[in-house]
């Protein structure tokens, strides 16, 4: 409801100070609160960038808020996703922010969808808000948010981050271009790391997360321009912004209906493509604790993570390395005619170095969930992180 009925919508004493410094704006004025306090906003996660947007809006007056979220709180969060606290940890992500918005804003509507938003809920989720903003980290939900956008006609608020970069645009809005004209395709598995294994500066999900939350109030009060048809890319190390172009691509598939995003992103495997053999912990451990010479466990992480945390006797050979060529050297001279087993954080970057491995003919085990699973099953005075 980006046109609501402003006759119909009041402030109350309290609401004329809280937002005083808003009202006094030109831009903005009592209209433009009023046009806050009538709009409803999806908000995708309650992540990184959700935590920084959420805040924002539930500040600026936003009058409804839906948070989108099926994950709790955990103590690797709290360095970037400040709508979360430390006595919250274990708790529901969506409830502890909407204890946060509701401290900041207490006559915020809040509605809480303890979910994983898929092709069969996203469009009755989604239908009741003026704007949604995706706050998300993987390319199915990115998709799914798009369409969904696209087949709603909504406006949809991008963000995304990693290490020290990170980008925002707005798709869907005035027949501007959506996420497909900017990735028509989906990266093969595994090419992108996640924020998990790749890192990620904390500040860095508070300057895009902002920056959403700025482009979402502009939609709501129909001013300023919007980052519709303009990709910002942000460096904070370099502390850069340049901005690159999008338009809409004639060419592009029309969308008709939500589909199955995994299978779309090649997350799931076909029947006839061979499983990636696998080793339990518990079974690594029976290895380790019988000495047993016949085995080479490499870590395919990097540097950093190793001095974080590794298991006893995996020799570090990053798979950056392997992926330039000189790893699969030291692998094969490493092994020596010994099994190989292979581990990541989680187990993705493990099945892809045994990938890029077995091509060089040299075969072997995937460490099943990594070395967080080895964290929590077997030694847990290994870090997790």
Same mark, same amino acid.
């Given at each position: 409801?980006?046109?609501?009925?402003?006759?119909?919508?009041?402030?109350?004493?309290?609401?004329?100070?809280?937002?005083?410094?808003?009202?006094?704006?030109?831009?903005?004025?009592?209209?433009?609160? +009023?046009?806050?306090?009538?709009?409803?906003?999806?908000?995708?996660?309650?992540?990184?960038?959700?935590?920084?947007?959420?805040?924002?809006?539930?500040?600026?007056?936003?009058?409804?808020?839906?948070?989108?979220?099926?994950?709790?709180?955990?103590?690797?969060?709290?360095?970037?996703?400040?709508?979360?606290?430390?006595?919250?940890?274990?708790?529901? +992500?969506?409830?502890?922010?909407?204890?946060?918005?509701?401290?900041?804003?207490?006559?915020?509507?809040?509605?809480?969808?303890?979910?994983?938003?898929?092709?069969?809920?996203?469009?009755?989720?989604?239908?009741?808000?003026?704007?949604?903003?995706?706050?998300?980290?993987?390319?199915?939900?990115?998709?799914?948010?798009?369409?969904?956008?696209?087949?709603?006609? +909504?406006?949809?608020?991008?963000?995304?981050?990693?290490?020290?970069?990170?980008?925002?645009?707005?798709?869907?809005?005035?027949?501007?271009?959506?996420?497909?004209?900017?990735?028509?395709?989906?990266?093969?598995?595994?090419?992108?790391?996640?924020?998990?294994?790749?890192?990620?500066?904390?500040?860095?999900?508070?300057?895009?997360?902002?920056?959403?939350?700025?482009?979402?109030?502009?939609?709501?009060?129909?001013?300023?321009?919007?980052?519709?048809?303009?990709?910002?890319?942000?460096?904070?190390?370099?502390?850069?912004?340049?901005?690159?172009?999008?338009?809409?691509?004639?060419?592009?598939?029309?969308?008709?209906?939500?589909?199955?995003?995994?299978?779309?992103?090649?997350?799931?495997?076909?029947?006839?493509?061979?499983?990636?053999?696998?080793?339990?912990?518990?079974?690594?451990?029976?290895?380790?604790?019988?000495?047993?010479?016949?085995?080479?466990?490499?870590?395919?992480?990097?540097?950093?993570?190793?001095?974080?945390?590794?298991?006893?006797?995996?020799?570090?050979?990053?798979?950056?390395?392997?992926?330039?060529?000189?790893?699969?050297?030291?692998?094969?001279?490493?092994?020596?005619?010994?099994?190989?087993?292979?581990?990541? +954080?989680?187990?993705?970057?493990?099945?892809?170095?045994?990938?890029?491995?077995?091509?060089?003919?040299?075969?072997?085990?995937?460490?099943?969930?990594?070395?967080?699973?080895?964290?929590?099953?077997?030694?847990?005075?290994?870090?997790?992180?």
């Amino acid at each position: 409801m980006l046109n609501p009925d402003l006759d119909s919508v009041q402030l109350s004493v309290a609401e004329y100070t809280r937002y005083s410094r808003h009202i006094i704006l030109p831009e903005v004025g009592l209209a433009g609160q +009023k046009r806050l306090k009538a709009a409803s906003v999806a908000c995708i996660g309650t992540g990184g960038l959700g935590s920084p947007l959420l805040l924002y809006l539930a500040a600026a007056g936003v009058g409804r808020i839906g948070v989108l979220d099926f994950d709790v709180v955990d103590s690797s969060n709290l360095h970037r996703q400040i709508i979360h606290g430390t006595s919250w940890i274990g708790m529901p +992500k969506i409830e502890s922010a909407r204890q946060r918005i509701l401290e900041i804003n207490p006559d915020c509507q809040v509605d809480l969808y303890n979910t994983q938003l898929n092709a069969s809920n996203a469009l009755d989720i989604l239908a009741p808000y003026d704007v949604v903003v995706d706050g998300t980290d993987n390319f199915p939900t990115r998709y799914l948010v798009n369409d969904a956008c696209v087949l709603l006609g +909504k406006p949809n608020v991008y963000g995304s981050i990693f290490r020290f970069e990170g980008q925002a645009t707005v798709f869907n809005y005035q027949d501007g271009p959506n996420y497909r004209d900017l990735y028509p395709e989906p990266p093969p598995p595994g090419l992108v790391p996640s924020c998990a294994e790749g890192g990620v500066l904390g500040v860095l999900c508070g300057i895009i997360g902002t920056i959403q939350a700025t482009e979402t109030v502009k939609i709501i009060l129909g001013e300023g321009r919007t980052l519709s048809g303009r990709l910002l890319l942000y460096n904070a190390l370099e502390m850069s912004f340049r901005e690159l172009k999008l338009r809409p691509n004639p060419e592009r598939p029309i969308i008709e209906k939500l589909i199955d995003y995994q299978a779309f992103c090649g997350l799931t495997r076909p029947e006839h493509e061979p499983m990636t053999p696998e080793i339990t912990v518990q079974e690594l451990q029976a290895l380790i604790k019988a000495d047993d010479p016949s085995f080479c466990l490499i870590d395919v992480r990097n540097p950093p993570e190793y001095e974080i945390a590794h298991i006893p006797g995996a020799v570090l050979v990053p798979l950056a390395d392997l992926e330039a060529g000189p790893g699969i050297h030291k692998v094969r001279d490493l092994l020596g005619g010994r099994n190989l087993i292979v581990h990541c +954080k989680m187990g993705v970057r493990g099945a892809k170095a045994l990938g890029i491995l077995e091509k060089a003919g040299i075969p072997g085990s995937n460490l099943k969930g990594g070395i967080i699973a080895w964290s929590r099953e077997i030694d847990p005075t290994v870090p997790e992180y």
